[in-house]
C-alpha cells in the first residue's frame, strides 16, 4: 500500500513540473535528430579520371555508382584532380590498377576506394584474385587508412 502511495506522489509531482517533464520527452527526441542528421549522410558519387581505361573497366566503375570522366593522358587527368574537378585517377599498369586519390576528404576516398572494389569485383570471374591495386595520394598520405582499406580487397 505504501508503494502504491510513494508511486502514484512521485508520478503526481512529475506532471506538476513542466521542465522535468519536457526534459524526459524531448531532449531524447533531440538528441535522435541530431544523430540521425549526423549519421545518415548524403552518399555522394565519387568523380573519377579513367585515364585510357578498358571500356568494360569504365563501364564497372560507372555501374559500381562512380561519376568517371575519360582521359587521353595521366597528366591532364593530374590537373583536373588539381583544379579540384575530380576525387581520384584511375589507371592501369599492365594489369595492375593504379589509384591516386585526392586525399583532402576521407569519406570521399573511401567512396572511391568502395566504387574501385566493387567494378574489380565485379570484373574478375569467381574464384580468381582481385588485383591489389597500387594507392598513392596527391595531398598527404594515407598509411593509416591505407590498412583498412587494402583490406576489403
Excluded at 562512380?66 to 585517377?89: C, H, S
Excluded at 590498377?97 to 570471374?125: C, F, H, R, W, Y
Amino acid at each position: 500500500m505504501r508503494i502504491r502511495a510513494l508511486a502514484l506522489r512521485i508520478l503526481r509531482q512529475f506532471l506538476r513540473d513542466r521542465r522535468t517533464l519536457a526534459l524526459m520527452l524531448l531532449a531524447p527526441l533531440l538528441v535522435l535528430t541530431l544523430m540521425k542528421l549526423v549519421f545518415e549522410g548524403q552518399a555522394v558519387a565519387p568523380r573519377i579520371g579513367a585515364v585510357a581505361l578498358p571500356p568494360p573497366v569504365v563501364t564497372a566503375l560507372a555501374d559500381a555508382g562512380a561519376e568517371i570522366m575519360p582521359f587521353q593522358d595521366k597528366p591532364a587527368a593530374m590537373d583536373a584532380m588539381a583544379d579540384a574537378e575530380l576525387d581520384a585517377v584511375i589507371s592501369l599498369n599492365g594489369m595492375q590498377p593504379e589509384i591516386v586519390l585526392e586525399g583532402s576528404d576521407p569519406s570521399t576516398s573511401g567512396n572511391v576506394m568502395a566504387a574501385a572494389q566493387k567494378a574489380l569485383q565485379n570484373l574478375v570471374p569467381e574464384g580468381s584474385v582481385i588485383p591489389k591495386p597500387e594507392i598513392s595520394y596527391m595531398h598527404g598520405s594515407g598509411t593509416w587508412i591505407l590498412s583498412i582499406i587494402l583490406d576489403r580487397f
